[in-house]
């Protein structure tokens, strides 16, 4: 039983560049989270989804795209990266959202350059 | 929209000390409120939860009660010790106005541990 794992764990990326994270869950849950932690800001939220095929706005979502077309996998998309974007990403998963706890990936630290 | 408040760190304190996070929380209805802890370099992992008013979460020696009248969640522990220094961060989950709940982190709580 893995639980929640990244891929990948670092990368850089030159201004422009696009790359997709990946996230994937062994547990079954409904519920997946895509966030990003900065210093100083804690989590915020940048996409979720409530099950396969659906995919919501969080807190942050510009300069990000989501694709959930398998219910164990959830993928965040730069599309044309940023400096802003430069982060920690965290990717959870939850069986029910209002009760259960969300369970974290390890992150994955990208740097934009 | 939701929000949760959490004191400023970092929090330093000597092995065996008494420790309180605040934790505090605006929400429309009733969020259940959690806390995360942080160790250097991996994922958040669940420390406790409480999901009504006046439920107490525990684990590990960590204590938190869910007070509705004054909106709070503050985290205890009474005799810390030098592995729990971490990023403790307080959480709620709310219905949000698309019908489906939706998780706020608050910015964390660093805190250091001395012998």
């Known amino acids: 039983n893995a639980g929640v794992t990244q891929t990948p764990k670092f990368r850089v990326l030159k201004t422009g560049q696009s790359m997709t994270l990946l996230c994937a869950q062994d547990?079954?849950?409904?519920?997946m989270y895509w966030y990003r932690q900065d210093p100083g800001m804690g989590l915020r939220l940048i996409h979720y989804s409530v099950g396969e095929g659906t995919t919501a706005k969080g807190e942050v979502p510009d300069g990000y795209n989501v694709s959930r077309l398998k219910k164990q996998n959830f993928l965040l998309g730069l599309e044309s990266a940023a400096p802003s974007q430069t982060s920690v990403y965290f990717c959870?998963?939850?069986?029910?959202?209002?009760?259960?706890?969300?369970?974290f990936g390890p992150g994955t630290r990208l740097t934009v350059l | 929209g939701d929000s949760v408040t959490q004191m400023e760190g970092p929090v330093t304190l000597s092995e065996e000390a008494f420790l309180t996070i605040n934790c505090t929380y605006t929400a429309t209805g009733y969020p259940s409120l959690f806390w995360y802890v942080q160790y250097p370099g991996e994922g958040l992992q669940l420390l406790l939860k409480?999901?009504?008013?006046?439920d107490k979460g525990s684990n590990k020696g960590f204590e938190a009660t869910y007070r509705k009248e004054t909106t709070s969640f503050h985290l205890e522990k009474g005799s810390v010790q030098v592995s729990d220094s971490a990023v403790y961060f307080c959480?709620?989950?709310?219905?949000?106005?698309?019908?489906?709940?939706?998780?706020?982190f608050g910015r964390g709580t660093s805190l250091i541990v001395h012998p």
């Open positions: 959480a709620l989950t709310a219905m949000g106005s698309g019908g489906s709940y939706i998780p706020t």
């Open positions: 959870a998963s939850s069986y029910v959202a209002d009760t259960d706890t969300q369970y």
């Open positions: 547990m079954n849950h409904e519920y």
């Open positions: 409480a999901t009504k008013a006046d």
